[in-house]
């Protein structure tokens, strides 16, 4: 049942991403009892801090996975790799990314220090190949960079990519951008 109720919310936020549910509307679209809701959670707060929590999580697997196809790529071809598996998966979490954003922008960075802070050691794996001439408080700071414009550019591609616009083009665009900062001066 509270698999159910969960999904039933993520549905939800799909089909209206302009408001988040209320218990009664998650109860009344799993067809319970809005006691059964309350049984599993406090409040719909409750709900969206597990999806959330399942997301971080969905979206960490991910990237590392990515990071691990493009370890041995040529530069350009393992930033587009890394880019278009993080757009992914936030396309996959788009409705409960969404209303982390709507609802609380400053719980949504600190889901996302959640998800980067693990990653950091293999954010790092690329750009020690590709800049091995800097040293590490400046590969500090480009990893710190990259790594936040990655997010930025992944999510905008993901949750706010026009309607005419091709996502393989903008991934490659993005790829190309985040690449430039790799680029020996």
Do not use: K, N
Request: charged residues 20%; proline residues 6%; negative net charge.
């Amino acid at each position: 049942m509270r698999r159910r109720l969960l999904d039933a919310t993520t549905t939800l936020l799909a089909e209206r991403p302009d408001s988040v549910p209320t218990t009664q509307d998650i109860a009344d679209h799993c067809d319970v009892s809005i006691g059964t809701v309350y049984r599993y959670f406090a409040d719909v707060g409750d709900i969206l801090f597990d999806l959330r929590q399942e997301a971080i999580q969905q979206i960490s697997s991910d990237l590392a996975v990515g990071i691990g196809q493009a370890i041995d790529a040529e530069p350009l071809a393992a930033i587009t790799t890394v880019v278009d598996a993080l757009t992914s998966s936030f396309e996959r979490h788009a409705p409960v990314i969404a209303a982390s954003l709507a609802g609380d922008s400053a719980e949504f960075g600190s889901a996302w220090a959640q998800i980067e802070a693990p990653l950091v050691p293999l954010g790092r794996i690329l750009p020690t190949r590709f800049r091995p001439d800097l040293s590490p408080a400046e590969l500090d700071d480009l990893v710190f960079l990259t790594m936040g414009a990655t997010a930025s550019l992944c999510l905008r591609v993901a949750l706010a990519r026009p309607a005419t616009a091709d996502r393989r083009r903008l991934v490659d665009t993005c790829a190309r951008m985040l690449l430039a900062a790799f680029a020996i001066p």
